[in-house]
């Protein structure tokens, strides 16, 4: 289901290697820049539902700053303990340079 | 000192133009100071870990801080033929009406607004504002002590018995996120105080609600305390309220939590008085993306004291629901009984609920015990109803209202009566 | 369990803890590093050891992660921000090598542990023994048809020595080294601890025991423990733990990762009976896949602190999880222990059951979590905690936490909190004895849902250690 896609910033903007955290009218998620690709993902660790605003990148999975659970980019499988349940991802597309992600509709 | 800022806010308080009695305006400046220097609170900390402490910050700080207390001139009415001993309406225009019925005035009961009573050098507002939750309680209650402007103060002296309820009716001014309700009742005094929260359900602006309610029972008071917040949905809601209990003073608490967005409340009562009792009943529904905080308190302080809690919550949708239920029993206070449940019942797949119900027990001569459960409609009574020749939605609404109705049935007068419609409206409501 | 009570009067038993475990012996050792921690202890810790670079690497990551890391903000933040990291022993190494037999073993250690009775049983029940000293495992022995059968039972650095590659998939895997401070600390200093894979189907019928001996003062006892049970096989592995008593504290912060492949089943039993200056802060954690069941069974009666919550995911469908546990708090002891248990696959199920005891100013805290996700449909949780209070002066705390994410899940949750009641002293001690057999055998009940899954010995052992901590309770 892809619902409506929603402008979050300029692609230029994210650095590669780096994870930003975003509002999407509502949806609290982060862009992360991994080999020039930009993927969204939730910004809620499965394992205690903290913030991965400040998740660094370790190869293609996000890791969460605090337990260092490991979240697939593309997928948001969990990789590591202490997290076994994945995350939410979002489409990505980029418009004129600008960052669009889709959040499906309730 | 580095202090932590969340608003570009000058720290200085504003001067005392409006000539506030220096009690009020001292208390008022350093609850500033205090708001200033207290970091927002840390997820890490105990209440804070499911609610994002950003839902309640006052973004307009700075039109609100410049102005006083003085300016609400409330208008004092006579009340009769009413199913209510006295009413308090707080208008969505930031006016409050107050009625009271001439009987009530003649035992001396006093129902005016809080700022009036600040004012006059005879009423006792000073020796109890702030004493309960007071500027070093939180961030946020420090920011409601600090800038309330619209409030309530009721004070019944000794020996009144007030039989019908006085009703304090509330509705959100979207200009003024605060409001402060007193409450001091005397030794041997009965009242029912009904706070709703439930008129002004209709806003679609975003909003915000800081409020902070402190409750005196003096010694052998038999209170009633009755809050249904229903307030509307674009809302994010704080409240605080604390309750104290004098010598074998009793405590009938009720709190229906159906609206707001995201809603965070921290309800208690002190049990400072031997033999004192506090009954603490909940209803909480949550729908659609609503989130609920609560957070009860009951602390005893003095022997042979008798707590119960009845918490219940409801989720439907994709909701979520936390519930913290801490017991305290302090050193020396011999033979308190505490007991407490929360039961969640969860409608659909979705919603999110979390139940911490917590024990600190620092002496030997108690009973206490706590019970938690969580899960789905019971499916044998779902299949006994339905084998009875109930459809599956009068099933599930025979259980909801088997569910809520003991809560519902202590709540006097029409309240009630709202409460179940709002409850059985939300059950029925779509997605 | 009255025989109990008359067999040993407890008037007699002279033993005190210093007596039994706490005594000491003199410092004799092959090697002792110097005080506080840093990269180059680390480093000296893996070339003793002769590790391969990987897991030198991890060290050094991981001691990274533990110096950036915070303390925890909960639980006993005074004791922990008390903690002198620069005033431990990281790594003691008391003999040169382990030993086969127990004439290989120094006198010193090997008197430590008759007195505690190892050599014993091992003869009377068990399968197999480590046992460690300070850094190192001294002595290990496993039955050899055991062994024939493909089990592995060894040290961890045994194990990762003579099994590489085993240990290298899954060792850290469970718990990362990112996990939590005092993980963090573990994976950067390990030393010691078991490792053993039970091959499928295979049954081993008797438990393995490892024992953990602290003896110098300051010490920091770090021991590493990753036990392996393939496909429908099954394992009780049981430890214990002592250490003299001393002034100034030591620190003992053990990782002990479980891993139960399908329909497999492990057993963790833990006595810990650390004298009251060590701090015991552990990070324990299982995995249990499809139908496998893991089962904690943790008894905590020593220790000045102890911070402790046994850990089970429930990640295949199936899977069960119970964690059984008591804690015993006397005189300035925090007890602050508790359980975890993470549901992530349909129909899984889980109980525990907590009891406590709290005496003469003591404190036990139980504190748990119960996850449920969205994946764990018609899963099942019970929780039950029980609180006892001996006295006015003790102090008892329950701190669960549900956070249910799941449809059709059923989770019940109880505590109580008491006092010994008196109509059940008075009706004992009508019978004929005295107020102190009376509430020992008020406590033994209170705990024997704890005791009668021990095997015998310990069982017994158990309710000694009670006598000893509830001598003159009264008054």
């Known amino acids: 289901m892809v619902g409506e896609y929603i402008a ?48 660094d990148l370790v190869g293609d999975c996000l890791r969460c700053p605090r337990h260092g659970a490991r979240f697939d980019l593309k997928t948001g499988a969990a990789k590591s303990m202490p997290a076994v349940v994945g995350i939410d991802t979002y489409d990505v597309k980029i418009e004129n340079g600008i960052v669009m992600v889709a959040i499906p509709r309730e | ?12 308080f504003r001067e005392n133009a409006e000539k506030e009695p220096s009690w009020l305006y001292d208390l008022r400046k350093t609850s500033w100071e205090s708001f200033h220097s207290l970091p927002l609170p840390d997820r890490v900390a105990h209440l804070w870990r499911y609610t994002k402490p950003e839902n309640f910050v006052d973004n307009n700080l700075d039109s609100t801080v410049a102005t006083g207390t003085v300016g609400i001139q409330p208008v004092m009415r006579e009340l ?33 607004s809080l700022a009036a009573a600040a004012f006059q050098a005879d009423r006792p507002a000073a020796n109890y504002l702030g004493k309960l939750i007071g500027f070093d ?32 009716s509330y509705s959100p001014t979207a200009s003024d996120p605060y409001f402060r309700v007193l409450i001091v009742i005397g030794k041997h005094s009965r009242a029912t105080v009904i706070d709703d929260y439930s008129s002004g359900n209709n806003s679609d602006k975003a909003g915000l609600f800081n409020g902070v309610t402190e409750l005196f029972a003096d010694d052998y008071a038999q209170v009633r305390y009755i809050t249904l917040q229903n307030m509307p949905s674009s809302y994010n809601c704080y409240f605080t309220q604390r309750a104290r209990l004098g010598r074998e003073t009793s405590l009938y608490s009720i709190y229906g939590g159906l609206g707001g967005g995201n809603s965070k409340a921290n309800v208690g009562t002190i049990l400072a008085g031997p033999r004192s009792d506090s009954r603490l009943f909940g209803v909480v529904f949550a729908d659609h993306s609503q989130h609920f905080d609560y957070h009860t308190l009951h602390h005893h302080q003095a022997e042979e004291s008798y707590s119960n809690i009845d918490f219940k919550v409801i989720l439907k949708n994709k909701s979520t629901s936390a519930y913290t239920g801490l017991i305290k029993i302090d050193e020396k206070t011999r033979n308190c009984q505490a007991y407490q449940i929360n039961r969640n019942l969860l409608l659909n797949k979705g919603p999110r609920a979390e139940s911490i119900p917590e024990l600190e027990i620092l002496t030997d001569e108690v009973q206490c015990t706590h019970g938690a459960t969580m899960g789905p409609l019971d499916p044998d009574m779902l299949f006994y109803l339905k084998s009875r020749g109930f459809n599956h939605e009068e099933a599930v609404r025979m259980i909801i209202e088997g569910f809520i109705e003991p809560t519902a049935a202590q709540i006097p007068s029409e309240l009630g009566d709202t409460m179940r419609r709002l409850v059985f409206t939300k059950l029925e409501g779509g997605n | 369990m009255a025989e109990i009570i008359k067999n040993n009067n407890i008037a007699d038993i002279g033993d005190n803890y210093a007596e039994k475990y706490g005594f000491r012996d003199p410092e004799e050792y092959f090697h002792k590093g110097a005080r506080g921690i840093n990269h180059e202890v680390v480093e000296m810790i893996s070339r003793m050891k002769k590790e391969p670079e990987w897991m030198r690497r991890f060290r050094h990551e991981s001691l990274d992660i533990f110096l950036s890391k915070p303390m925890p903000r909960w639980g006993n933040t005074r004791i922990l921000n008390d903690i002198d990291f620069d005033n431990i022993f990281y790594y003691i190494r008391p003999m040169e090598n382990q030993g086969k037999t127990w004439e290989e073993i120094p006198d010193n250690i090997k008197n430590t542990f008759e007195r505690l009775g190892i050599p014993e049983a091992e003869r009377k ?32 650095d045994s194990g990762l020595r003579e099994h590489g590659d085993l240990v290298k998939e899954y060792f850290s895997t469970i718990i990362p080294n990112t996990d939590n401070k005092f993980a963090a600390l573990n994976s950067a200093v390990w030393s010691g601890g078991s490792f053993i894979y039970v091959p499928p189907g295979i049954d081993v019928k008797i438990p393995l025991q490892a024992y953990f001996r602290i003896n110098a003062e300051n010490m920091g006892q770090f021991e590493r423990t990753l036990i392996i049970a393939d496909k429908g096989s099954r394992i009780h592995y049981i430890e214990g733990c002592t250490a003299p008593t001393y002034t100034s504290e030591s620190l003992h912060s053990a990782v002990v990762e479980l891993l139960a492949l399908e329909g497999a089943y492990i057993r963790y039993t833990t006595i810990q009976n650390w004298s009251h200056n060590i701090l015991n802060l552990v990070t324990k954690r299982a995995v249990a896949h499809k139908n496998a069941t893991v089962e904690w069974v943790d008894g905590n009666l020593g220790s000045r602190l102890t911070m402790k919550y046994p850990c089970v995911y429930l990640v295949g469908e199936g899977a069960k999880g119970e964690i059984l546990s008591i804690a015993f708090a006397g005189n300035g002891q925090h007890q602050d222990a508790g359980a975890k248990v993470i549901h992530a ?51 008892s705390d329950t701190y669960p936490t549900m956070e249910i994410d799941a449809d059709n899940v059923r989770i019940e949750h109880e505590a109580r909190v008491s006092k010994v009641a008196e109509e059940q002293l008075f009706y004992l001690t009508s019978r004929g004895l005295s107020e102190d057999e009376a509430r020992l055998l008020i406590i033994n009940g209170f705990i024997e849902p704890f005791t009668k899954e021990l095997p015998m010995e310990y069982a017994v052992e158990l309710n000694r250690l009670i006598e000893l901590e509830m001598e003159g309770s009264v008054g």
């Not at chain 2, 000192?1 to 200085?12: A, V, Y």
């Open chain 2, 1 to 12: 000192m580095k202090t932590t800022l969340h608003h570009n806010t000058e720290i200085s």
């Open chain 2, 137 to 168: 309680f939180g961030k946020f209650e420090a920011a409601n002590l600090a800038l309330w402007k619209k409030g309530v103060f009721l004070c019944i002296p000794d020996n009144v018995v007030v039989e019908k309820p006085i009703r304090m």
């Open chain 1, 8 to 55: 979050l910033g300029r692609a230029e903007e994210i650095a590669e290697g780096e994870v930003r955290p975003y509002d999407a009218n509502g949806t609290s998620l982060v862009l992360a820049k991994y080999h020039g690709e930009i993927y969204a993902l939730a910004n809620l660790c499965s394992h205690d539902g903290g913030d991965l605003g400040e998740a």
């Open chain 3, 125 to 156: 029940f068990l399968a197999g023994v480590s046992a460690q000293y300070e850094s190192e495992v001294v002595y290990h022995s496993f039955h050899e048809d055991l062994a024939k059968q493909g089990v592995i039972f060894l040290d961890m």
């Open chain 2, 80 to 112: 009769s033929d009413s199913s209510f001993e006295a009413e308090v309406t707080s208008n969505f225009d930031g006016t409050q009406e107050f009625k009271i019925s001439t009987d009530l005035t003649r035992q001396g009961v006093i129902l005016e």
């Open chain 3, 345 to 395: 696959a349909p129909r899984t199920s889980s109980r525990i059951t907590s009891k406590s005891i709290s005496k003469a100013g003591g404190r036990a805290s139980y504190r748990g979590l119960v996850k449920v996700h969205p994946q764990a449909v018609g899963s099942k949780v019970s929780v039950e905690c029980d609180a006892l209070l001996i006295d006015g002066a003790s102090r």
